[in-house]
Antibody
Framework: EMQLVQSGGGLVQPGGSLRLSCAASGFNFSNNNMNWVRQAPGKGLEWISYISRSSTTIFYADSVKGRFTIYRDNAKNSLYLQMNSLRAEDTAVYYC?????????WGQGTPVTVSS | QSALTQPPSASGSPGQSVTISCTGTSSDVGGYKYVSWYQQHSGKAPKLIIYEVSERPSGVPDRFSGSKSGNTASLTVSGLQLEDEADYFCFSYAGSDNYLFGTGTKVTVL
């Protein structure tokens, strides 16, 4: 069964850092493009980052460019999001999602709260 | 770029149909076939229900259908069932490294 299991969320102070992880199983992770999508409380979905299968192509939304870094370890079947210089407006549930141009599988989501 | 525009809410009785619009521009919805739709039940992760405007993933009931005309895409849910009560989001490729979600529509089954 195909699964994306997330970990790493939590409470962090403004200006702090956090790393999110997304562990894949049940499919060939190295053959799939991946993304991070977030959802602020009571709000809609926001795509924030994309990474290609071999990490050669990476995109970021303007809202996180320069602060967040997406990367993957195909040997460990894992996707990561390193979040630095966190702001209150980064408070959201973060999802990893598989695909390019559409997202056919999603992680369970992990909440990130940025507050002092 | 701004989010794609969806009506905040839509409703229908069981067995009826409801159609949700997703309005963008010629630079996103109108310019590409990469429009997808996601269903999100409260507290759950989104689920892909339509991709490439009108294609249905395996396992998605054929009560769900998608279409596009100009800069507006639409999702129709026919034969509404109680389990269809959820939030629905459209998504479109917007060229280069731009990807846009819609504002979301809450569907209520009366």
């Amino acid at each position: 069964e195909m699964q994306l299991v997330q970990s790493g969320g939590g409470l962090v102070q403004p200006g702090g850092s956090l790393r999110l992880s997304c562990a894949a199983s049940g499919f060939n992770f190295s053959n799939n493009n991946m993304n991070w999508v977030r959802q602020a409380p009571g709000k809609g979905l926001e795509w924030i980052s994309y990474i290609s299968r071999s990490s050669t192509t990476i995109f970021y939304a303007d809202s996180v460019k320069g602060r967040f870094t997406i990367y993957r370890d195909n040997a460990k079947n894992s996707l990561y999001l390193q979040m630095n210089s966190l702001r209150a407006e980064d408070t959201a549930v973060y999802y990893c999602a598989r695909g390019w141009l559409q997202f056919d599988s999603w992680g369970q989501g992990t909440p990130v709260t940025v507050s002092s | 770029q701004s989010a794609l525009t969806q009506p905040p809410s839509a409703s229908g009785s069981p067995g009826q149909s409801v159609t949700i619009s997703c309005t963008g521009t010629s630079s996103d919805v109108g310019g590409y076939k990469y429009v997808s739709w996601y269903q999100q039940h409260s507290g759950k992760a989104p689920k892909l229900i339509i991709y490439e405007v009108s294609e249905r993933p395996s396992g998605v009931p054929d009560r769900f259908s998608g279409s596009k005309s100009g800069n507006t895409a639409s999702l129709t849910v026919s034969g509404l069932q109680l389990e269809d009560e959820a939030d629905y989001f459209c998504f479109s490729y917007a060229g280069s490294d731009n990807y846009l979600f819609g504002t979301g529509t809450k569907v209520t089954v009366l």
